[in-house]
């Protein structure tokens, strides 16, 4: 088994398992060079281009898991609306889906359409090293929402908001239509030889605590569900949701994605012993000089204190100018640092 799977179930393990959000991108010179020759979506949809761009940053860092390089918006894709990658402005469709009738036009996802992420899991399981965990994804039906009714990346998604009040009801058959999608591509994922799955509710921060009960929590419930029928465990990553710990929690996920607004320490007293967290260095960390970042991570190995579930992790994605001499920093420190807070307990030294 490997580190990140032993965490995520709460296994004794040496140290803290390190991998980060976005490591697939940008910030690599060797992204950089297949990007300078591919445009985006050809490197989503060619599965040796994809297995290839996910483990650069294993050979790189060495981390401890490999995650696929797709992205989220590949589900609207399968449901008929494909997008583009715009420069400056990021992922926008060509018709949003904002109206009663174009949600119920709305198909559910076609899964079969996304072979091309099944091959990339297959090339890159057979290639990733058994010790290293693969992570599979998708986008929580809220998030993926959000892209799919404004029809792009926007500042502050008053159409989706103001849908949750002028009309729950089509909102709340697009939730269905892309839960049972998105159920479908983590189980297929799972087949292809994920280890892990992570779902990502990025945009979970522009909801109320009784419209993340509402419009997010119940569907998040049914896909941890469906990942957990497979034996296989979830992390939840729900951005902006440290006053809802405890509905979090409720989902039943084995780990929670934590972002760098809260100590690790106060999210542990909240959720307690029987649950895994990751994250939640903040990703400007990364600007600083070595001694910096050193201290900076063993500041927060410390927060989590001793124990075997924390998995180390930026608060949210690395930015693309990051210096990769920092990123080596981080992945050493936490190598060097954390098993230290590892020690045996009482039960295992007599056993
Ligand atoms: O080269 C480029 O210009 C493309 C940049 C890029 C990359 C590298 C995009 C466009 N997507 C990706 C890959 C990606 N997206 C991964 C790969 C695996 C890894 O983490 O290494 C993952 C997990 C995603 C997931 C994703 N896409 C999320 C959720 C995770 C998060 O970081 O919050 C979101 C919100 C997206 C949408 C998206 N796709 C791309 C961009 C620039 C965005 C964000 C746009 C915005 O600001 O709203």
């Not at 004794?12 to 940008?26: E, F």
């Not at 297949?34 to 040796?48: C, K, S, V």
């Not at 895994?276 to 960390?285: A, E, F, M």
């Amino acid at each position: 088994m490997s580190l990140l799977v032993d965490a995520c179930l709460g296994h004794s393990i040496p140290r803290t398992p390190i991998w980060i959000m976005r490591q697939a991108g940008r910030y690599l010179p060797e992204y950089q060079a297949i990007r300078g020759r591919h445009d985006f979506l050809t490197m989503l949809h060619t599965p040796e281009l994809a297995a290839k761009i996910t483990l650069q940053p294993i050979r790189r860092f060495d981390f401890d898991a490999a995650i696929i390089f797709s992205d989220i918006l590949v589900i609207p894709e399968a449901m008929g609306h494909p997008f583009q990658l715009k420069d400056g402005l990021g992922p926008c469709f060509e018709e949003a889906v904002d109206s009663c009738e174009s949600i119920e036009k709305l198909l559910v996802a076609d899964i079969t359409q996304l072979n091309y992420v099944f091959e990339s899991i297959s090339l890159v399981r057979n290639e990733l090293d058994k010790d290293k965990a693969l992570i599979g994804f998708s986008g929580a039906p809220w998030t993926i929402a959000t892209y799919l009714v404004e029809g792009g990346p926007h500042k502050d998604h008053r159409r989706i908001r103001g849908l949750m009040y002028s009309d729950p009801a089509s909102l709340s058959l697009l939730m269905e239509k892309l839960t049972r999608g998105i159920i479908e591509y983590v189980k297929e994922q799972i087949r292809a030889g994920v280890d892990v799955i992570q779902i990502f509710d990025t945009n979970a921060g522009l909801l109320t605590r009784n419209t993340f009960e509402r419009f997010s929590l119940p569907y998040l419930k049914r896909i941890v569900a469906a990942v957990k029928e497979e034996k296989v465990p979830v992390i939840l990553f729900v951005k902006g949701g440290n006053s809802w710990l405890d509905l979090i929690k409720s989902t039943n996920g084995d780990v929670i994605g934590i972002d760098w607004a809260i100590p690790l320490s106060e999210v542990r007293s909240i959720v307690g012993e029987n649950i895994s967290l990751q994250g939640n260095l903040d990703p400007t960390v990364l600007y600083a000089n070595r001694n910096t970042i050193r201290n900076e991570v063993i500041e927060l190995l410390k927060s989590y204190g001793t124990g075997h579930r924390h998995i180390f992790n930026l608060g949210h994605g690395i930015f693309p100018d990051v210096p990769l001499d920092a990123v080596q920093v981080l992945v050493d420190t936490v190598k060097e640092e954390s098993p230290k807070f590892h020690f045996l307990d009482k039960d295992e030294i007599f056993s």
